[in-house]
T-cell receptor, first 110, second 114 residues
Framework: GQSLEQPSEVTAVEGAIVQINCTYQ??????LSWYQQHDGGAPTFLSY????GLEETGRFSSFLSRSDSYGYLLLQELQMKDSASYFC???????????FGSGTQLTVLP | EPEVTQTPSHQVTQMGQEVILRCVPI?????FYWYRQILGQKVEFLVS????????KSEIFDDQFSVERPDGSNFTLKIRSTKLEDSAMYFC????????????FGEGSRLTVL
């Protein structure tokens, strides 16, 4: 089977930096993705790591260590609009399906 | 910008009825998926579809469920004899190719079973 662990809640203030960790156990691993979901909305893609290392996209960065089965999402210069749920998801299998973690609810305070 | 579209946005049905949820994936994408999300819970994989056939399915995707891509554009999820626990948001998603992890999700179809 597959399992992912990420914190259920994180709180930070505007302008701060937050790191959301994700550990996983899976077979047929291709990569680790991160998605953002606002209440009632669809998940939206943030980043994808297929190889070890850091990927940077604007204020968001994502890291993967395949040997440690570990990754994280780093959000910098937090804004109120960043309040949302963040899901890590492993990409696996011949169909490249995503298996999602339970999500981290990020609350950004003024 | 191309997008995945889903209809209906919300459907209310009686227990035991059949429902069909429709999706139009992005046209040049190769992989298609259905996911569901029960309120307040994580997004769960149901089924993937590639090369006009099911490629993977989860334990949730039992005989009650079926998928079709009848005309090369629409991608449907049929739920036979709905149960109360089928109430959820159902998301369709598509993937351009195997070298990317960027799934494009539709806005979802909220199914309420009474």
């Amino acid at each position: 089977g597959q399992s992912l662990e990420q914190p259920s809640e994180v709180t930070a203030v505007e302008g701060a930096i937050v790191q959301i960790n994700c550990t996983y156990q899976t077979s047929g691993f291709y990569g680790l993705s991160w998605y953002q979901q606002h209440d009632g909305g669809a998940p939206t893609f943030l980043s994808y790591n297929a190889l070890d290392g850091l990927e940077e996209t604007g204020r968001f960065s994502s890291f993967l260590s395949r040997s440690d089965s570990y990754g994280y999402l780093l959000l910098q210069e937090l804004q109120m609009k960043d309040s949302a749920s963040y899901f890590c998801a492993v990409v696996s299998g011949s169909a490249r399906q995503l298996t999602f973690g339970s999500g981290t609810q990020l609350t950004v305070l003024p | 910008e191309p997008e995945v579209t889903q209809t209906p946005s919300h459907q209310v049905t009686q227990m035991g009825q059949e429902v069909i949820l429709r999706c139009v994936p992005i046209s040049n994408h190769l992989y298609f998926y259905w996911y569901r999300q029960i309120l307040g819970q994580k997004v769960e994989f149901l089924v993937s579809f590639y090369n006009n056939e099911i490629s993977e399915k989860s334990e949730i995707f039992d005989d009650q469920f079926s998928v079709e891509r009848p005309d090369g554009s629409n991608f449907t999820l049929k739920i036979r004899s709905t149960k109360l626990e089928d109430s959820a948001m159902y998301f369709c998603a598509s993937l351009r190719g195997s070298n990317t992890g960027e799934l494009f999700f539709g806005e979802g179809s909220r199914l309420t079973v009474l």
